[in-house]
């Protein structure tokens, strides 16, 4: 038996649509990286990109457990001394509703040379409308 490893011009790329609305965020988040990564194709290879693009609805209807809404905090540091500023998941989620998506599933990539490329395949729009209609995105009904 030989094992079949996927040539760069061989990848096929397929679109997958996520409605956030009423799901979890870290179990959603887990599989859509599932999805950017390839595991969930018969031909994944870790060293290569074979993963598929998704689209992500309803980027600020998303559910939380226990106290996350105020207790979960994001950082980020200006550079400065004293320049460490942070914001709760409820203010997040008013400002930025896409940020909080992005940094969830970024979080569950493997931090390698291939992170950025699949981040890129990650398409969030805060609303129920998106623009990919041309490319007949499989909606993905998750439990």
């Known amino acids: 038996m030989k094992t079949y490893v996927p040539k760069k011009g061989e990848v096929t790329r397929g679109w997958h649509l996520i409605d956030l609305e009423g799901k979890n965020l870290g179990r959603t988040a887990t599989k859509i990286a599932m999805i950017l990564m390839g595991k969930t194709k018969p031909t994944y290879t870790p060293n290569i990109d074979v993963g598929d693009f998704v689209a992500v609805v309803n980027a600020g209807k998303f559910e939380v457990t226990g106290n996350k809404m105020t207790d979960k905090l994001y950082y980020r540091h200006s550079g400065y001394p ?9 203010d997040m989620l008013k400002k930025h509703p896409e940020r909080v998506i992005k940094l969830a599933v970024a979080g569950m990539l493997p931090k390698n040379k291939l992170r950025a490329k699949r981040m890129k395949r990650l398409k969030i729009f805060t609303g129920p409308k998106h623009n990919l209609q041309a490319q007949k995105p499989v ?4 439990e």
């Open 82 to 90: 004293g320049g460490l500023k942070e914001t709760s998941l409820s």
């Open 139 to 142: 909606e993905l009904i998750m």
